[in-house]
């Protein structure tokens, strides 16, 4: 998986770049690494080109454009900018990358986007943990030493000015990650999406800081070894590390945010949401971390996806059928839900007599009459068995007891359909409501524009989110809302409809089985009460 990364720096020695590209350097203190003479160890089997320097050395051509122009001579200025493509380790072997042809792409890289500007490109074999990844470093000096052409990443005039400094921007990130991941496709090479987060996101700072906490435990653990005691621990785990997993093993379970708050806050982390975002505070912490800096299976949306997603599991987990209950001793407490549910087998329960004379008809042998015969005598004893135990006095009360059911099932699929219909329109506004959030930064920035040509240009270049909150608002509109509810109190309502919902559900299940149950017990009974008759009639004609 080919990376990109981009450091700035305000270090006026250039000369220490070009240090750090061909000597060794200890990861952890990055320091020289020095022999046993005390000289600095060179680095081996890498390569290191320099573009627009002309004859002279990349450290004395960087400052003696910055003489010329003026630039870059105050401490807080940045000096430098230097970006690193890392190579898939697989790429070597796989796709047979080389040291040169990493250089070539790493020079024609520079080339393209960063022209104009004084440059090292310096190819490295394997990275400083030793994975085997070959990587390419590009370190421009800031300042720009000739008039270049408007680059797509470059926002305004002064970024293609001779003498103007270098601007890495957000879009402009975006950009060069987007070029690095076609350059891999270009040239066949492993690539990950560099366009949409991570899902954890590591810092270079808690990078480095795992490695050094890592190398102190594999240290410690070693010092244990050789007294023969065991190790306490073998994986050491950031702060950052050891939140996300709190914060996963939260979210596994909930199925609100209240939940996912109440299961962080008994592992002493506090959740927190402050325009959209939401943060998160550990007992040892004043200040809280941000969702943005964990990664992004963090954040706001990710959150409430989870949780929507298991809402919804849950739900379906209780909407499968429950047990099969044994007959009641009356169909009247039955439908109340009065006896308590055990285990049975689904043939046990009263099913519907078959109509011999017309599966006859249909061909049916004597085969299935005989396996029909038998099939109704059963059906037949248990429909009179329940009948009798249940209580009614007549078909009549039956028949009224199915009408009753049956209103009762449509009073409850009215009930089930609104709410339906109200929870389709709240989660459609939710959907509106945090489009409409998300483009507030560019409406805000749209009335921070003092002229009306700075406000078209503005427009234009943010003309998707304009587009996006347009839309919001029409639909605003075209629901007579004035006043937009609040995010969280819209989400409560929309767990709240959830509920309801799944409650509705479940009783519409239970309600529908009731009455399929009735229609098939006076199915039953008026086939035998019809066939009775005719049973009685030829005995007396016999006789």
């Not at 400083?128 to 926002?155: C, F, K, T």
């Not at 009306?452 to 003309?463: L, N, V």
């Not at 009974?525 to 004609?541: F, H, S």
């Amino acid at each position: 998986m080919a990376t990109f990364k981009h450091i700035s720096s305000k270090n006026a020695d250039y000369g220490a770049a070009e240090q750090y590209l061909t000597f060794e350097h200890d990861e952890f203190t990055m320091k020289p690494t020095l022999d046993k003479n005390g000289q600095i160890v060179p680095r081996t089997g890498y390569l290191i080109s320099s573009l627009n320097c002309g004859d002279e050395d990349f450290a004395i051509a960087c400052m003696r454009s910055n003489l010329k122009y003026g630039k870059n001579q105050k401490r807080e200025d940045v000096k430098s900018h230097h970006y690193i493509i890392s190579f898939d380790p697989r790429d070597a072997q796989d796709n047979g990358l080389t040291v040169d042809r990493a250089q070539q792409l790493g020079e024609q890289f520079c080339k393209e986007h960063f022209p104009g500007h004084q440059a090292l490109v310096c190819t490295h074999p394997d990275g400083h943990n030793h994975s085997g990844n070959i990587h390419v470093h590009i370190v421009i000096n800031s300042l720009r030493i000739a008039e270049v052409p408007l680059l797509p990443y470059m926002e305004r005039p002064a970024d293609t000015r001779e003498g103007c400094k270098h601007r890495c921007t957000d879009a402009a990130m975006e950009y060069f990650k987007a070029e690095v991941m076609e350059m891999c496709h270009r040239e066949n090479l492993y690539q990950i999406d560099l366009l949409h987060g991570s899902k954890n996101r590591i810092t270079e700072r808690e990078y480095w800081a795992k490695r050094k906490g890592q190398a102190a435990l594999d240290k410690e653990n070693a010092s244990l070894a050789a007294t023969g005691e065991p190790p306490k621990l073998t994986k050491f785990e950031t702060d950052k590390e050891k939140l996300r997993r709190t914060i996963r093993a939260a979210l596994s379970s909930a199925v609100s945010f209240e939940d996912f708050s109440g299961k962080l806050l008994q592992q002493g982390v506090t959740v927190k949401e402050s325009r959209g975002r939401l943060s998160y505070l550990t007992p040892d912490r004043t200040k809280p971390i941000t969702a943005r800096r964990l990664g992004d299976d963090f954040d706001r949306a990710a959150v409430l996806e989870t949780l929507t997603q298991n809402a919804q599991n849950a739900a379906r987990a209780a909407e499968k059928p429950l047990p099969r209950q044994e007959y009641p001793r009356s169909i009247k407490d039955h439908l109340q839900r009065n006896k308590a549910a055990i285990n049975a087998p689904k043939q046990d329960s009263v099913q519907r007599m078959v109509d011999i004379a017309a599966k006859k008809a249909e061909g049916k042998g004597k085969g299935y009459e005989k396996w029909a015969t038998l099939y109704n005598l059963k059906q037949m004893a248990a429909t009179v068995s329940v009948y009798e135990e249940s209580g009614f006095s007549s078909p009549e009360e039956l028949e009224a007891a199915l009408a009753a059911a049956n209103a009762g099932l449509h009073e409850t699929t009215g009930k089930l359909k609104a709410v339906e219909s109200t929870l389709r329109e709240k989660k459609d506004l939710q959907k509106q409501l945090l489009a409409y959030i998300k483009t507030k930064p560019a409406r805000d920035g749209l009335k921070a524009q003092k002229t009306e040509k700075a406000r078209k240009s503005y427009r234009e270049q943010h003309e998707s989110e304009f587009i996006i909150s347009e839309s919001a608002a029409r639909y605003f509109k075209a629901q007579g809302i004035s006043k937009l509810p609040a995010s969280k109190a819209l989400q409560t309502e929309i767990e709240q409809l959830t509920k309801e919902k799944n409650a509705l559900y479940n009783e519409y299940r239970e309600k529908k089985a009731s009455v399929r149950e009735l229609q098939t017990v006076k199915s039953n009974l008026d086939k035998i009460l019809r066939r009775e008759p005719e049973r009685g009639k030829g005995r007396e004609n016999e006789r």
